[in-house]
C-alpha cells in the first residue's frame, strides 16, 4: 500500500485519480475506478441538465459504496452553461469530492467550503496552483504539457512542471499528463507529488464506456499520434491527431476564427467518435501516454498492476541502490 497525503485526504486505498473526462466519465468508469481503490470522478457537464447528474450520481452508487466525486470544468462555451446549477445537483445528492478544471472556482468556492466539499482544482502552471493554494482548494493537480485535454499555454514537461510546483505549492498536489503505469507513480512522487491523475490511460479499460474501437486504437497508437489544435485561439487542447485535427489546424494557420472552425472541433461530434468507434467522426481527447498504453485491462487490474509496479521499484530497484551505496 502506497499511503499518501493524498488517500489520508481522500479516504483512498491508492493514489491515483481518473480525472474529468467529457463523455468518458460516467457512472460505468467512475464506479470501477472507485472499487478498484482510486478516485473516481463524473464528469458534470457528460449529462445533459444537472437532474441528469443527480441520476448518474445514483446510477453510479449502485455500482460502488466506494468515495468518488464529481469533475465540473469551466471552459470557454459557445452556449452559456449553468455552471451553479450542477454544483447545486452534486451537492443534493451528497457530493463531498469535487474536480474543478479551466477557469478559476473562486466564485464558488463559499459553497463547496460551506458544504464541506474536498476540492481538487486542475492546473497547468506553477501560478495557478499557487492562486488555487491561496483560494483554499484542498488539493492541486498539475497537468503537465503531456497531458490530453487542456495543457496550457506555457508548454512545460512534468519533469521541470511537478518539482518547480512543489517547491512553490504547500497543499497535496498529484501529478497529471503522460502517466500511465508504476514507473510514472514513482516518478511523480520522486518529483514532490502525492499521487497522479490519468485519463488516456483509463479510457483504455474494459469498463470505460466508450467504442472497442478508440480503445484498440490507443493500444496501437504512439506518443507521437496526438495534435494541438486551438493555439491560436490560446485555448489549446490536446487531441487524436486524426484527420479533423489537421483540418482545424490548417484553418488555424489560414487565420480562420472559431466562427468557422467551432463546427469542425464540435464536442458533438467527438461524442460520435465514442459511440460509433468511427475514429474520424470529429476530435477527440487522447494524451501522449498513448505510447505507453498496450492493453485494455479492467479497471481493478490497471490499478493493481501500477501499484505493485511501483512499490516494486522501490523495494527492489531503489532499496537495492541504498544497499549498494552503504
Ligand atoms: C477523453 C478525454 C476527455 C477529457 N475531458 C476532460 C474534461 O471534460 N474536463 C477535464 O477537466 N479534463 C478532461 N480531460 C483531461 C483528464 O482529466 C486528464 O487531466 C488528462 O487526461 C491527463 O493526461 P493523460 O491523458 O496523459 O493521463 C479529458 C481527457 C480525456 C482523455
Redesign the pocket.
Given at each position: 500500500m502506497l499511503k499518501t497525503r493524498f488517500t489520508e485526504l481522500f479516504g483512498v486505498r491508492h493514489p491515483i485519480v481518473q480525472?474529468?473526462?467529457?463523455?468518458?466519465?460516467r457512472a460505468e468508469l467512475t464506479s470501477a475506478v472507485a472499487n478498484a481503490g482510486a478516485l473516481g470522478f463524473l464528469?458534470a457537464?457528460t449529462q445533459p441538465t444537472p437532474d441528469d447528474l443527480v441520476k448518474e450520481i445514483a446510477r453510479c452508487r449502485e455500482m460502488t459504496d466506494q468515495p468518488f466525486g464529481v469533475?465540473l470544468?469551466i471552459l470557454p462555451t459557445l452556449k452559456p452553461v449553468p455552471y451553479e446549477d450542477y454544483i447545486d445537483a452534486a451537492l443534493s445528492a451528497g457530493i463531498t469530492i469535487m474536480?474543478t478544471?479551466?477557469n478559476s472556482p473562486k466564485a464558488f468556492m463559499p459553497k463547496l467550503k460551506a458544504a464541506g466539499v474536498r476540492l481538487i482544482h486542475?492546473c497547468t502552471s506553477v501560478r495557478h496552483g499557487i492562486s488555487a493554494e491561496k483560494l483554499g482548494v484542498d488539493c492541486v493537480?498539475m497537468?503537465g504539457f503531456?497531458?490530453?485535454?487542456?495543457p496550457g499555454e506555457d508548454d512545460i514537461g512534468n519533469l521541470v512542471l511537478l518539482p518547480a510546483a512543489a517547491d512553490a505549492i504547500k497543499i497535496p498536489m498529484i501529478a497529471?499528463?503522460?502517466?500511465?503505469d508504476g514507473r510514472g507513480l514513482v516518478a511523480a512522487l520522486a518529483l514532490g507529488c502525492e499521487g497522479i491523475?490519468?485519463?488516456?490511460?483509463f479510457?483504455a479499460t474494459r469498463e470505460a464506456p466508450i467504442h472497442d474501437a478508440v480503445k484498440q486504437r490507443l493500444v496501437d497508437g504512439s506518443e507521437r499520434d496526438t495534435s494541438l489544435i486551438l493555439r491560436t485561439l490560446h485555448n489549446t487542447a490536446r487531441v487524436y491527431g486524426n484527420s479533423v485535427a489537421k483540418k482545424a489546424i490548417a484553418m488555424e494557420r489560414a487565420g480562420e476564427t472559431i466562427e468557422t472552425i467551432g463546427p469542425v472541433v464540435s464536442g458533438r461530434r467527438g461524442k460520435t467518435v465514442y459511440e460509433t468507434g468511427d475514429l474520424e467522426a470529429g476530435i477527440?481527447?487522447?494524451?501522449?501516454?498513448m505510447g505507453l498504453i498496450r492493453d485494455v485491462p479492467t479497471c481493478a487490474e490497471l490499478v493493481a498492476r501500477i501499484v505493485a509496479e511501483a512499490e516494486e521499484i522501490m523495494k527492489r530497484r531503489f532499496g537495492g541502490m541504498t544497499l549498494a551505496a552503504s
Open positions: 480525472g474529468g473526462m467529457q463523455w468518458v466519465g464528469t457537464l469533475n470544468t474536480e478544471a479551466g486542475k493537480s497537468d503531456e497531458c490530453a485535454g487542456h497529471s499528463g503522460g502517466f500511465a491523475n490519468m485519463g488516456t490511460r479510457m477527440w481527447s487522447a494524451g501522449t501516454s
